[in-house]
């Protein structure tokens, strides 16, 4: 570099400007595809050769409901957990000292010194397990009759909460390895309620994902005691107010990073379809809105146009970049939906989605796997013994079924029990 070339040269801007936030969408089993997408994330970043943890390229994890619990899967300190842990790699993270002037005249890089490493992040080809597994342990087939369900809620909450005790265990939300936060909406006060790592108020991990999965006439409300302000809280699902978090995200972003001149959201949906109506003369008074084989149109109508406000408003903000990852499944699967058609066909209709934003997810990865910064989170020991990685089973199907062999593969894969079409046979 010539001296008149070092004068105009100017050191690369900090990449800490540039802030990245995960935003996952609320939506009951359709979590299921969110869960590919993030597996397949993670095997672009590794087709790149960047093996580090998939939670260490973000600087704010957020989800709503299921999404909820995918982001607090990603942000909790694994091995504290009994979620699968990824120890495949060790990942050791480097300064790279001011450069001197003569490494700045002979365009050479500065000294590097080691500070830490990255604390293992969860195996994020299990999380798509989670659903497949424990679908119907979450949402059981025979709940009692219709009107049953208008004094009471239609789900026991006792398998989910048990479910998530024992993925968590008892770690504080304040020890997430990187920012991490959920919603869910206060009603006892009547105002969204941001359960965060930056402001945890004493909850723990799992309560934070009992609160943001409390489903309105699904599951009771989360009765919490909030460790901070002394009181009990009562929590429900999230997707009341935002089902997709992105701005709620990118606000609290703005807090933790005042600096930041801009802030990438990869924004992954459930595959919800926006819902329509058609309104006529008869049938539009309160029975009419809200009736149940409809689809209680006011209820749809309500959470089409929420998800819609934020697709709008957040590519138009000057600081934000927007990828929304979104597809349709081409049939509807509802929220609570666990046979094993559905599991299927939402399976393959995450396939289809992931092809459809391909383009977009590779040019989000290859800015993930240009950071180089990590003072997002607080590194782990330079020193890491490896660990052994639990080998994943696959079962090869024995025979080749006509017509439905993509369908039989699926259920031999993921050890899912066709029972629907036993009990038909019967």
């Not at 009765?223 to 929590?235: I, P």
Request: glycine fraction near 6%; hydrophobic fraction near 35%; charge should be negative.
């Amino acid at each position: 570099m010539a001296l008149r070339d070092f004068r105009n040269h100017k050191e690369p801007s900090s990449p800490q400007e540039d802030r990245y936030i995960l935003s996952i969408d609320g939506g009951g089993m359709r979590g299921l595809i969110p869960a590919v997408m993030l597996a397949k994330l993670s095997a672009l970043l590794e087709s790149m050769g960047d093996n580090r943890p998939l939670y260490s390229h973000f600087d704010l994890l957020a989800g709503t409901s299921t999404g909820g619990l995918l982001a607090l899967a990603l942000g909790a300190p694994v091995l504290k957990t009994n979620l699968q842990p990824d120890t495949r790699y060790i990942s050791y993270i480097y300064d790279e000292l001011q450069r001197t002037l003569m490494q700045r005249l002979w365009g050479k890089p500065g000294e590097k010194i080691l500070r830490g490493t990255l604390p293992f992040g969860v195996d994020v080809t299990t999380l798509e397990s989670f659903y497949l597994q424990n679908g119907r342990q979450i949402f059981p087939k025979s709940q009692g009759r219709f009107f049953s369900q208008i004094f009471t809620d239609k789900y026991d909450v006792q398998p989910l909460q048990r479910l998530l005790q024992h993925m968590f265990c008892d770690v504080p939300l304040s020890e997430a390895v990187i920012p991490t936060m959920v919603m869910t909406y206060d009603a006892a006060h009547g105002r969204p309620f941001v359960m965060s790592s930056h402001d945890s108020h004493g909850f723990l991990f799992w309560e934070a994902a009992r609160s943001t999965s409390a489903a309105p006439t699904f599951f009771k409300p989360a009765y919490l005691y909030d460790r901070e302000e002394n009181t009990m809280q009562t929590l429900i699902d999230g997707g009341v107010v935002a089902n997709n978090p992105s701005l709620y995200a990118y606000r609290l972003a703005k807090e933790l990073y005042p600096d930041a001149k801009r802030f990438h959201i990869l924004s992954l949906s459930t595959a919800s379809s926006d819902f329509t109506f058609t309104v006529s003369g008869a049938g539009t008074g309160v029975i009419g809105w809200i009736d149940p084989a409809k689809g209680a149109p006011i209820q749809k109508i309500y959470a089409t146009s929420q998800m819609q406000v934020v697709d709008q408003i957040a590519p138009t903000i000057p600081d934000i970049s927007y990828y929304r990852i979104h597809g349709t499944l081409g049939q509807t699967c509802k929220l609570d939906e666990t046979t094993a058609v559905a599991l299927s066909t939402m399976h393959q209709g995450a396939q289809k989605i992931y092809q459809e934003n391909e383009e977009q997810l590779k040019n989000y990865a290859q800015l993930l796997s240009q950071r180089t910064h990590f003072d997002q989170m607080k590194l782990g020991p330079k020193e890491v013994l490896p660990m052994s990685q639990p080998p994943v089973q696959i079962e090869a199907p024995k025979e080749e079924i006509p017509a439905l062999d993509s369908y039989h593969n699926f259920l031999r894969r993921y050890k899912i029990e066709d029972v629907d079409n036993q009990e038909n046979t019967q």
